[in-house]
Every structure is written in C-alpha cells, then in structure tokens.
C-alpha cells in the first residue's frame, strides 16, 4: 500500500457511512407520511454497498461506495384510523413500513462505523507525524 492509501480507504468509508445516515435520516423523517410521489405510503430506503478500487497508488487498494438506494421489500402496515384522510373505506390506513426502532440501530451503527473511520484517519495521521519528529535533529 502506498503511503497515503489508508488516508484514501478512510475517506471513501466516511462518505458512504454519510451517504447511509442521510438515507436513514430521510427514513425517520417519512415514518408518519401517507403520501408520496409514487402514490401511496413513502417506502423505506436501504443503500447498497461495494468495494471499489481506489485511484492513485498501488492497484490492490480498495474502499467502499453506496452503490444504489433501493426501496425496501418490506409490506407496509395497515393501521386502523377511519378519522385520517387516506384512510380507505374500511377505515384503515397503509403505513410506510419504516420502524424507529429499526432505523435507530441503523443510525448507531452507521454512526459507530464512521466514528471507526474517523479514528482510523487520526490515528494513521499521528503515525506520520510521528515518523516525521524521527527525522529531526
């Protein structure tokens, strides 16, 4: 690996893990909306991950990027509420079928694999610079 290769896996993963919380930040914010653009209730997002071969440097080094943001497979939920507006003529609901819960688990470990990348980042740049105070008189 060249030397500033670690910088680059570094930074690919923190902007795919920002890419992931903004997917799920957008998740949370439609928990409760009826209505999309699709018609219908909003559909959760999930992103897609892949490794990629970085630029520059020596050609085994690899990092990650979001490859797609594809709705989710999950069914969405039919909640009982005659008194809502799209509630059909039975009286229920169709739901977006995104969980808190679910997205909150999601977010934390979103948030703890950039942390992870952050760390990554800082501790490889006090090793250069460390390597850097060996060469002075």
């Known amino acids: 690996m060249d030397a500033f290769g670690v910088f680059r896996v570094?930074?690919?993963?923190?902007?795919?893990?920002r890419q992931r919380m903004n997917v799920i930040s957008s998740n949370m914010a439609n928990v409760q909306s009826t209505r999309s653009e699709e018609g219908g209730?909003?559909?959760?997002k999930e992103v897609l991950f892949s490794s990629v071969q970085l630029e520059g440097g020596s050609a085994d080094l690899s990092g990650v990027?979001?490859?797609?943001?594809?709705?989710?497979?999950d069914p969405t939920k039919m909640i009982f509420d005659p008194t809502h507006p799209d509630s059909n003529s039975e009286g229920y609901v169709e739901m977006?079928?995104?969980?808190?819960?679910e997205e909150m688990v999601n977010?934390?470990?979103?948030?703890?694999?950039?942390?992870?990348s952050v760390a990554t980042f800082n501790m490889s740049k006090a090793m250069y610079m460390k390597a850097l105070e060996l060469g002075r008189p």
């Open 10 to 17: 570094s930074a690919s993963a923190l902007e795919a893990q």
């Open 41 to 44: 209730p909003y559909k959760k």
């Open 107 to 116: 977010m934390m470990m979103a948030f703890r694999a950039y942390e992870a």
């Open 65 to 73: 990027r979001v490859t797609d943001v594809i709705p989710s497979e």
């Open 96 to 101: 977006p079928n995104v969980t808190v819960i």
